[in-house]
Protein backbone atom coordinates (compact mmCIF):
# COMPACT_ATOMS: atom_id res chain seq x y z
CA UNK A 1 0.00 0.00 0.00
CA UNK A 2 1.20 3.63 -0.44
CA UNK A 3 0.29 7.06 0.77
CA UNK A 4 -0.56 9.36 -1.78
CA UNK A 5 -1.13 13.22 -1.95
CA UNK A 6 -3.52 14.60 -4.65
CA UNK A 7 -1.89 17.80 -5.52
CA UNK A 8 -5.34 19.12 -7.03
CA UNK A 9 -6.91 19.18 -3.09
CA UNK A 10 -3.71 19.86 -1.29
CA UNK A 11 -3.66 23.81 -0.41
CA UNK A 12 -1.06 23.74 1.98
CA UNK A 13 -2.52 23.30 5.66
CA UNK A 14 0.80 21.16 6.40
CA UNK A 15 -1.07 19.07 9.50
CA UNK A 16 0.65 15.93 7.14
CA UNK A 17 4.26 16.94 7.56
CA UNK A 18 4.23 18.82 10.66
CA UNK A 19 2.47 15.71 12.59
CA UNK A 20 4.29 12.86 10.44
CA UNK A 21 8.11 14.83 9.81
CA UNK A 22 8.79 10.87 8.89
CA UNK A 23 6.33 10.20 6.47
CA UNK A 24 5.73 13.85 4.98
CA UNK A 25 8.21 16.30 3.40
CA UNK A 26 6.98 19.89 2.56
CA UNK A 27 8.11 21.55 -0.93
CA UNK A 28 8.84 24.69 -1.54
CA UNK A 29 5.13 25.96 -1.11
CA UNK A 30 4.50 24.33 1.91
CA UNK A 31 2.55 22.09 -0.05
CA UNK A 32 2.94 18.23 1.48
CA UNK A 33 4.76 15.74 -0.22
CA UNK A 34 5.06 11.86 0.70
CA UNK A 35 8.82 10.80 1.80
CA UNK A 36 8.70 6.62 0.75
CA UNK A 37 6.29 5.66 -1.89
CA UNK A 38 5.53 2.54 -0.95
CA UNK A 39 4.75 0.46 2.51
CA UNK A 40 5.19 -3.45 2.78
CA UNK A 41 2.24 -3.00 5.50
CA UNK A 42 -1.58 -2.55 5.39
CA UNK A 43 -4.08 -0.40 7.05
CA UNK A 44 -4.44 -2.85 10.15
CA UNK A 45 0.25 -2.67 10.57
CA UNK A 46 0.54 1.06 9.54
CA UNK A 47 -1.69 3.13 12.13
CA UNK A 48 0.60 6.57 11.25
CA UNK A 49 -0.61 6.13 7.62
CA UNK A 50 -4.37 5.58 8.36
CA UNK A 51 -4.20 8.67 10.88
CA UNK A 52 -2.52 11.18 8.47
CA UNK A 53 -5.23 9.90 5.95
CA UNK A 54 -7.93 11.14 8.46
CA UNK A 55 -6.35 14.15 9.74
CA UNK A 56 -5.99 15.93 6.68
CA UNK A 57 -8.09 19.07 6.14
CA UNK A 58 -9.04 18.52 2.66
CA UNK A 59 -9.40 14.81 2.52
CA UNK A 60 -6.27 14.98 0.19
CA UNK A 61 -4.13 11.69 1.54
CA UNK A 62 -5.45 8.31 0.18
CA UNK A 63 -3.15 5.06 1.64
CA UNK A 64 -4.41 2.55 -0.77
CA UNK A 65 -2.85 -0.31 -3.41
CA UNK B 1 -8.22 21.43 36.02
CA UNK B 2 -9.93 24.33 34.21
CA UNK B 3 -13.26 23.00 37.16
CA UNK B 4 -15.56 25.95 35.45
CA UNK B 5 -14.83 24.52 31.69
CA UNK B 6 -15.56 20.97 32.57
CA UNK B 7 -18.81 21.65 34.24
CA UNK B 8 -20.06 24.10 31.20
CA UNK B 9 -19.00 21.44 28.63
CA UNK B 10 -20.07 18.75 30.28
CA UNK B 11 -23.44 19.86 31.10
CA UNK B 12 -23.62 20.74 27.06
CA UNK B 13 -22.57 17.33 26.57
CA UNK B 14 -25.18 16.38 28.82
CA UNK B 15 -27.98 17.85 25.67
CA UNK B 16 -26.93 15.58 23.44
CA UNK B 17 -25.01 14.69 20.21
CA UNK B 18 -26.81 17.03 18.38
CA UNK B 19 -29.59 19.02 20.04
CA UNK B 20 -31.89 22.40 19.54
CA UNK B 21 -32.18 25.24 22.22
CA UNK B 22 -33.08 28.42 21.65
CA UNK B 23 -32.83 28.45 17.68
CA UNK B 24 -29.19 26.89 17.60
CA UNK B 25 -28.27 23.51 16.86
CA UNK B 26 -25.17 22.33 18.50
CA UNK B 27 -22.92 19.58 17.75
CA UNK B 28 -21.32 18.70 20.81
CA UNK B 29 -19.54 15.06 20.04
CA UNK B 30 -16.28 14.46 17.53
CA UNK B 31 -18.35 12.59 15.76
CA UNK B 32 -20.67 14.81 15.30
CA UNK B 33 -18.05 17.82 14.97
CA UNK B 34 -16.31 16.14 12.47
CA UNK B 35 -19.14 15.32 9.53
CA UNK B 36 -19.92 18.95 10.15
CA UNK B 37 -16.25 19.84 9.22
CA UNK B 38 -15.93 17.43 6.55
CA UNK B 39 -18.61 18.68 4.50
CA UNK B 40 -18.70 22.22 4.12
CA UNK B 41 -20.96 22.25 1.17
CA UNK B 42 -23.83 21.60 3.77
CA UNK B 43 -22.35 23.18 6.01
CA UNK B 44 -21.87 26.71 4.85
CA UNK B 45 -19.96 29.60 6.19
CA UNK B 46 -20.99 32.06 4.20
CA UNK B 47 -22.74 34.24 6.81
CA UNK B 48 -19.93 34.48 8.96
CA UNK B 49 -18.54 37.96 7.85
CA UNK B 50 -21.63 39.73 9.27
CA UNK B 51 -19.92 39.23 12.59
CA UNK B 52 -16.87 40.65 11.80
CA UNK B 53 -18.06 44.28 11.15
CA UNK B 54 -16.12 44.20 7.88
CA UNK B 55 -17.12 47.15 5.55
CA UNK B 56 -16.25 44.99 2.31
CA UNK B 57 -18.54 41.89 1.52
CA UNK B 58 -16.27 39.61 1.88
CA UNK B 59 -14.37 37.32 4.86
CA UNK B 60 -11.43 35.65 3.34
CA UNK B 61 -11.35 32.68 4.30
CA UNK B 62 -13.38 32.26 7.15
CA UNK B 63 -16.59 33.00 5.78
CA UNK B 64 -16.15 31.37 1.87
CA UNK B 65 -17.42 27.82 0.86
CA UNK B 66 -16.20 25.78 -1.67
CA UNK B 67 -15.25 25.77 -4.28
CA UNK B 68 -13.63 28.84 -4.08
CA UNK B 69 -12.54 28.49 -0.22
CA UNK B 70 -9.58 26.33 -1.52
CA UNK B 71 -8.45 28.80 -3.95
CA UNK B 72 -7.62 31.63 -1.45
CA UNK B 73 -6.10 28.67 1.24
CA UNK B 74 -3.78 27.87 -1.60
CA UNK B 75 -2.61 31.58 -2.05
CA UNK B 76 -2.27 32.03 1.90
CA UNK B 77 -1.09 28.85 3.64
CA UNK B 78 2.74 29.23 2.20
CA UNK B 79 2.80 32.57 4.14
CA UNK B 80 1.88 30.60 7.61
CA UNK B 81 3.24 27.39 6.95
CA UNK B 82 5.73 25.68 9.46
CA UNK B 83 8.86 26.83 7.48
CA UNK B 84 7.48 30.42 7.00
CA UNK B 85 7.81 30.52 10.73
CA UNK B 86 10.76 28.88 11.33
CA UNK B 87 12.11 31.86 9.49
CA UNK B 88 10.52 34.07 11.81
CA UNK B 89 11.76 32.20 15.07
CA UNK B 90 15.39 33.98 16.05
CA UNK B 91 12.65 37.37 15.82
CA UNK B 92 10.28 35.80 18.00
CA UNK B 93 12.44 34.97 20.70
CA UNK B 94 14.12 38.55 20.60
CA UNK B 95 10.92 40.21 21.27
CA UNK B 96 9.58 37.66 23.90
CA UNK B 97 12.87 38.08 25.78
CA UNK B 98 12.33 42.12 25.48
CA UNK B 99 9.00 41.41 27.22
CA UNK B 100 10.55 39.38 30.03
CA UNK B 101 13.41 41.87 30.58
CA UNK B 102 11.03 44.50 31.56
CA UNK B 103 8.96 42.21 34.55
CA UNK B 104 11.76 40.00 35.64
CA UNK B 105 13.50 42.41 38.53
CA UNK B 106 10.11 43.41 39.58
CA UNK B 107 9.15 39.74 40.30
CA UNK B 108 5.51 41.06 39.18
CA UNK B 109 4.17 39.53 35.93
CA UNK B 110 0.29 40.07 34.97
CA UNK B 111 0.60 37.66 32.26
CA UNK B 112 -2.38 38.76 30.45
CA UNK B 113 -1.18 42.65 30.20
CA UNK B 114 2.76 42.28 30.14
CA UNK B 115 2.51 39.20 27.54
CA UNK B 116 -0.34 37.66 26.13
CA UNK B 117 -2.03 41.05 24.85
CA UNK B 118 1.44 42.06 23.57
CA UNK B 119 2.98 39.18 22.62
CA UNK B 120 0.60 38.18 19.48
CA UNK B 121 0.12 41.47 17.85
CA UNK B 122 3.95 42.36 17.69
CA UNK B 123 4.38 39.02 16.04
CA UNK B 124 1.75 40.13 13.92
CA UNK B 125 3.06 43.57 13.06
CA UNK B 126 6.16 41.53 12.62
CA UNK B 127 5.05 39.50 10.00
CA UNK B 128 2.60 42.10 7.97
CA UNK B 129 5.43 44.83 8.08
CA UNK B 130 3.39 47.34 9.99
CA UNK B 131 5.26 49.69 12.58
CA UNK B 132 5.20 48.71 15.61
CA UNK B 133 4.08 51.38 17.17
CA UNK B 134 0.74 50.89 15.52
CA UNK B 135 0.20 47.90 17.77
CA UNK B 136 -1.85 49.35 20.44
CA UNK B 137 -4.57 50.99 17.64
CA UNK B 138 -4.55 47.31 16.04
CA UNK B 139 -5.58 45.67 18.87
CA UNK B 140 -8.67 48.36 19.95
CA UNK B 141 -9.81 47.60 16.04
CA UNK B 142 -9.72 44.13 16.27
CA UNK B 143 -11.40 44.27 19.71
CA UNK B 144 -14.08 47.01 18.50
CA UNK B 145 -14.83 44.84 15.24
CA UNK B 146 -15.44 42.35 17.26
CA UNK B 147 -17.29 43.65 20.50
CA UNK B 148 -20.53 43.86 18.24
CA UNK B 149 -20.97 39.87 17.64
CA UNK B 150 -21.68 39.18 21.27
CA UNK B 151 -23.40 42.82 21.94
CA UNK B 152 -25.51 44.03 19.46
CA UNK B 153 -25.27 47.61 21.47
CA UNK B 154 -21.87 47.80 20.53
CA UNK B 155 -22.64 47.12 16.69
CA UNK B 156 -22.62 50.73 15.80
CA UNK B 157 -19.40 51.04 17.43
CA UNK B 158 -17.80 48.23 15.53
CA UNK B 159 -19.18 49.04 12.06
CA UNK B 160 -16.88 52.72 12.39
CA UNK B 161 -13.89 50.51 14.18
CA UNK B 162 -14.37 48.37 10.65
CA UNK B 163 -14.70 51.47 8.48
CA UNK B 164 -11.01 52.85 10.21
CA UNK B 165 -9.05 49.67 9.79
CA UNK B 166 -10.20 48.87 6.20
CA UNK B 167 -8.47 52.55 5.49
CA UNK B 168 -5.54 51.04 7.68
CA UNK B 169 -5.15 48.22 5.82
CA UNK B 170 -5.65 50.24 2.19
CA UNK B 171 -2.69 52.57 3.52
CA UNK B 172 -0.60 50.06 4.00
CA UNK B 173 -1.47 48.41 0.67
CA UNK B 174 -0.56 51.40 -1.08
CA UNK B 175 2.86 51.84 0.51
CA UNK B 176 3.66 48.48 -0.61
CA UNK B 177 2.64 48.77 -3.72
CA UNK B 178 5.24 51.88 -4.39
CA UNK B 179 8.08 49.74 -1.78
CA UNK B 180 7.44 45.86 -1.16
CA UNK B 181 8.90 44.16 1.79
CA UNK B 182 9.60 41.09 2.90
CA UNK B 183 6.20 41.02 4.36
CA UNK B 184 2.91 39.28 4.68
CA UNK B 185 1.04 41.97 3.00
CA UNK B 186 3.78 42.87 0.16
CA UNK B 187 3.39 38.66 -0.73
CA UNK B 188 -0.22 39.02 -1.07
CA UNK B 189 0.24 41.79 -3.15
CA UNK B 190 2.51 40.20 -5.51
CA UNK B 191 -0.07 37.46 -5.72
CA UNK B 192 -1.78 37.63 -8.71
CA UNK B 193 -5.51 37.22 -8.87
CA UNK B 194 -6.26 38.81 -5.50
CA UNK B 195 -8.37 42.35 -5.66
CA UNK B 196 -7.88 45.35 -3.35
CA UNK B 197 -11.66 44.15 -1.58
CA UNK B 198 -10.05 40.24 -1.18
CA UNK B 199 -6.89 41.99 0.35
CA UNK B 200 -8.74 43.98 2.83
CA UNK B 201 -11.16 40.98 3.40
CA UNK B 202 -7.85 38.40 4.14
CA UNK B 203 -6.37 40.89 6.35
CA UNK B 204 -9.78 41.34 8.53
CA UNK B 205 -9.90 37.47 8.72
CA UNK B 206 -6.05 37.50 9.31
CA UNK B 207 -6.55 40.49 12.72
CA UNK B 208 -9.38 39.00 13.81
CA UNK B 209 -8.03 35.15 13.83
CA UNK B 210 -4.63 35.69 15.04
CA UNK B 211 -5.02 38.04 18.16
CA UNK B 212 -7.34 37.54 20.86
CA UNK B 213 -7.03 33.25 20.11
CA UNK B 214 -3.59 33.29 20.92
CA UNK B 215 -3.15 35.95 23.86
CA UNK B 216 -6.00 33.54 25.49
CA UNK B 217 -3.97 30.37 24.74
CA UNK B 218 -0.85 32.25 26.31
CA UNK B 219 -3.04 32.77 29.63
CA UNK B 220 -4.78 29.45 29.80
CA UNK B 221 -1.16 28.27 29.72
CA UNK B 222 0.82 30.42 32.25
CA UNK B 223 -2.11 29.70 34.92
CA UNK B 224 -1.98 26.02 34.64
CA UNK B 225 1.88 26.33 34.93
CA UNK B 226 1.35 28.68 37.85
CA UNK B 227 -1.04 26.38 39.82
CA UNK B 228 0.44 23.27 38.87
CA UNK B 229 4.02 23.67 40.16
CA UNK B 230 4.83 20.02 39.72
CA UNK B 231 3.83 19.45 35.85
CA UNK B 232 5.76 22.39 35.23
CA UNK B 233 9.23 21.20 37.06
CA UNK B 234 8.45 17.65 34.92
CA UNK B 235 8.10 19.88 31.65
CA UNK B 236 11.24 21.91 32.15
CA UNK B 237 13.43 18.85 33.22
CA UNK B 238 11.88 16.86 30.08
CA UNK B 239 11.94 19.40 26.99
CA UNK B 240 10.32 16.72 24.82
CA UNK B 241 7.41 17.06 27.30
CA UNK B 242 6.42 20.58 26.08
CA UNK B 243 4.62 20.38 22.37
CA UNK B 244 2.37 17.60 24.10
CA UNK B 245 1.63 19.50 27.28
CA UNK B 246 1.32 23.11 24.64
CA UNK B 247 -1.61 20.55 22.71
CA UNK B 248 -3.43 19.19 25.55
CA UNK B 249 -3.78 22.95 26.65
CA UNK B 250 -4.88 23.71 23.37
CA UNK B 251 -7.75 21.12 23.21
CA UNK B 252 -8.73 21.79 27.32
CA UNK B 253 -8.63 25.33 27.02
CA UNK B 254 -10.53 25.45 23.41
CA UNK B 255 -10.42 29.36 22.70
CA UNK B 256 -12.66 29.03 19.95
CA UNK B 257 -15.56 27.36 21.65
CA UNK B 258 -17.93 27.32 19.45
CA UNK B 259 -17.55 28.21 15.48
CA UNK B 260 -21.25 28.91 13.09
CA UNK B 261 -22.31 27.71 10.08
CA UNK B 262 -25.69 27.00 8.18
CA UNK B 263 -27.00 24.50 6.92
CA UNK B 264 -27.73 24.38 2.76
CA UNK B 265 -30.51 21.57 3.04
CA UNK B 266 -31.55 19.21 5.28
CA UNK B 267 -29.08 16.91 6.87
CA UNK B 268 -29.04 14.09 9.41
CA UNK B 269 -25.99 13.97 11.46
CA UNK B 270 -25.54 11.36 14.08
CA UNK B 271 -29.48 9.90 13.53
CA UNK B 272 -30.28 13.78 14.23
CA UNK B 273 -31.97 15.61 10.92
CA UNK B 274 -31.30 19.26 11.21
CA UNK B 275 -33.53 21.48 8.57
CA UNK B 276 -32.17 23.15 5.78
CA UNK B 277 -31.39 27.08 6.81
CA UNK B 278 -30.32 26.13 10.73
CA UNK B 279 -28.07 27.58 12.09
CA UNK B 280 -25.30 25.50 13.52
CA UNK B 281 -22.57 25.95 16.07
CA UNK B 282 -19.93 23.22 15.57
CA UNK B 283 -19.08 22.69 19.25
CA UNK B 284 -15.70 22.02 19.14
CA UNK B 285 -14.89 22.52 22.71
CA UNK B 286 -16.96 20.01 23.74
CA UNK B 287 -15.38 17.86 21.45
CA UNK B 288 -12.60 18.15 22.75
CA UNK B 289 -13.55 16.64 26.00
CA UNK B 290 -14.75 13.55 24.32
CA UNK B 291 -14.38 10.53 26.35
CA UNK B 292 -15.22 8.26 23.39
CA UNK B 293 -12.20 10.28 21.48
CA UNK B 294 -9.94 10.95 24.72
CA UNK B 295 -8.90 8.36 27.94
CA UNK B 296 -8.59 11.20 30.20
CA UNK B 297 -10.64 13.64 28.55
CA UNK B 298 -10.61 16.62 31.65
CA UNK B 299 -7.32 16.36 32.58
CA UNK B 300 -3.82 17.01 30.71
CA UNK B 301 -2.49 13.74 29.62
CA UNK B 302 1.26 13.73 28.42
CA UNK B 303 1.24 9.80 27.57
CA UNK B 304 -0.91 10.06 24.53
CA UNK B 305 1.21 10.76 21.27
CA UNK B 306 0.20 11.70 18.62
CA UNK B 307 -3.23 12.71 19.84
CA UNK B 308 -5.14 15.42 17.60
CA UNK B 309 -7.49 17.17 18.96
CA UNK B 310 -10.33 20.33 18.10
CA UNK B 311 -8.46 23.37 19.10
CA UNK B 312 -7.41 24.43 16.04
CA UNK B 313 -10.98 22.99 14.70
CA UNK B 314 -11.47 20.72 11.92
CA UNK B 315 -11.73 20.57 7.93
CA UNK B 316 -11.35 22.90 5.30
CA UNK B 317 -11.58 25.90 7.78
CA UNK B 318 -8.95 24.46 10.22
CA UNK B 319 -7.43 27.42 11.61
CA UNK B 320 -4.74 29.27 9.12
CA UNK B 321 -2.54 30.29 12.05
CA UNK B 322 -1.92 26.92 13.78
CA UNK B 323 1.81 26.34 13.17
CA UNK B 324 2.68 30.27 14.17
CA UNK B 325 0.13 29.67 17.41
CA UNK B 326 2.39 26.87 18.22
CA UNK B 327 5.56 28.37 18.00
CA UNK B 328 4.59 31.63 20.02
CA UNK B 329 3.38 28.99 22.97
CA UNK B 330 6.71 26.84 22.45
CA UNK B 331 8.91 30.25 22.46
CA UNK B 332 7.21 31.68 25.28
CA UNK B 333 7.49 28.69 27.21
CA UNK B 334 11.02 28.37 26.63
CA UNK B 335 12.18 31.81 27.39
CA UNK B 336 10.37 31.87 30.01
CA UNK B 337 11.17 29.12 31.98
CA UNK B 338 14.64 29.84 30.75
CA UNK B 339 14.48 32.59 32.95
CA UNK B 340 12.18 32.33 35.41
CA UNK B 341 11.54 28.54 36.56
CA UNK B 342 9.64 29.51 39.57
CA UNK B 343 6.67 31.09 40.18
CA UNK B 344 3.21 31.47 41.55
CA UNK B 345 -0.07 32.87 40.93
CA UNK B 346 -0.16 35.54 43.31
CA UNK B 347 -2.08 35.49 46.83
CA UNK B 348 -5.66 35.80 46.47
CA UNK B 349 -6.53 35.71 42.52
CA UNK B 350 -8.44 34.08 41.17
CA UNK B 351 -8.08 34.37 37.28
CA UNK B 352 -12.22 34.11 35.55
CA UNK B 353 -13.16 33.60 32.33
CA UNK B 354 -15.07 36.28 30.56
CA UNK B 355 -18.50 35.04 29.57
CA UNK B 356 -20.06 35.19 26.66
CA UNK B 357 -17.29 35.82 24.45
CA UNK B 358 -16.34 34.36 20.78
CA UNK B 359 -12.91 33.49 21.98
CA UNK B 360 -12.74 32.45 25.61
CA UNK B 361 -10.32 33.98 27.84
CA UNK B 362 -9.11 34.73 31.17
CA UNK B 363 -9.53 37.83 32.73
CA UNK B 364 -5.90 38.58 34.69
CA UNK B 365 -2.85 35.82 35.74
CA UNK B 366 -0.94 37.75 38.56
CA UNK B 367 2.57 35.72 38.82
CA UNK B 368 4.60 36.41 41.65
CA UNK B 369 8.50 35.53 41.96
CA UNK B 370 11.92 35.60 43.43
CA UNK B 371 13.27 39.08 41.64
CA UNK B 372 15.94 38.71 38.93
CA UNK B 373 13.91 34.97 38.59
CA UNK B 374 16.30 32.81 40.13
CA UNK B 375 14.70 29.90 42.10
Redesign the interface.
Known sequence: MRLKIDPS?C?????C???FPERFA?DE??HGTVREERSNSSADQDP?AV?AVT?C???AITFEE | MSSSRTEAWEYMRSGGEVFLSDGIWYLTSAEACRFA??HPEVFSSSLNGAAAACPVPLYIPNAIDPPEH?RY??LI??MF????ITDQEPELRRRMNALIDRVIDSGRCEVMADIAEVYPTEVFTLMFGLPQEDREKLVGYAHATMAGASNPELGPAAEAAGVELAEYIKEFVAKKRVTPGDDIISKIIATAGLNEDEIIALCFNVIQGGLDTVTSAIGFMMNYLATNPAIRQSLIEDPELVSPFIEEILRLESVAPFLPRFTTQEVEVCGTSIPAQAVVYIGYAVANRDPDEFEQPNDVDLTQS?R?HFGFG?????CLG??LARRELKVLFEEFHRRIPEYSLAPGAEPKVRWPALVSCLDTVPLTFTPGGTR
Not at chain 1, 11 to 15: A, E, L, P
Not at chain 2, 81 to 84: C, E, K, L, N, T
Open positions: LVGHGRYAEDEGDLRPEG | ARARRDPSPQARSAGNHRSH
